[in-house]
């Protein structure tokens, strides 16, 4: 009913840039909260950022200042801009949205992407 796309992925060199997006389709009567999450090989998912329909935004401890979290509501799409890339950003970047269908527009179900590869070569 749902479908959640990232792209934007790839290789990059540490300092370098890459922008993520994020691109909602479907069912879809509203989206409340949207984030990007990212998982490593061995290691645990974790959230890297998180943003509201108001726009309000939240991030890791390990991405402030670098990353910027952004989303079009009209487009039903989530940016994720990544400067100062490093090493230990490289991982699978998830997107997920709290969304609501037009069948049932007064509940929320969270849905993820698939996700893209962030690979930074040091």
């Known amino acids: 009913q749902v479908q959640l796309v990232e792209s934007g992925g790839g290789l990059v060199q540490a300092g370098g840039s890459l922008r993520l997006s994020c691109a909602a389709s479907g069912s879809i009567f509203s989206i409340n909260a949207m984030g990007w999450y990212r998982q490593a090989p061995g290691k645990q998912r974790e959230l890297v950022a998180g943003?509201?329909?108001?726009?309000?935004?939240n991030y890791a401890d390990s991405v402030k200042g670098r990353f910027t979290i952004s989303r079009d509501n009209a487009k039903n799409t989530m940016y994720l801009q990544m400067n100062s890339l490093k090493p230990e950003d490289t991982a699978v970047y998830y997107c997920?949205?709290?969304?609501?269908?037009?069948?049932?527009?007064?509940?929320?179900?969270?849905?993820w992407g698939q996700g893209t590869q962030v690979t930074v070569s040091s």
């Open positions: 997920n949205a709290d969304v609501a269908l037009l069948a049932y527009p007064k509940n929320y179900f969270r849905y």
């Open positions: 943003i509201t329909s108001g726009g309000s935004t």
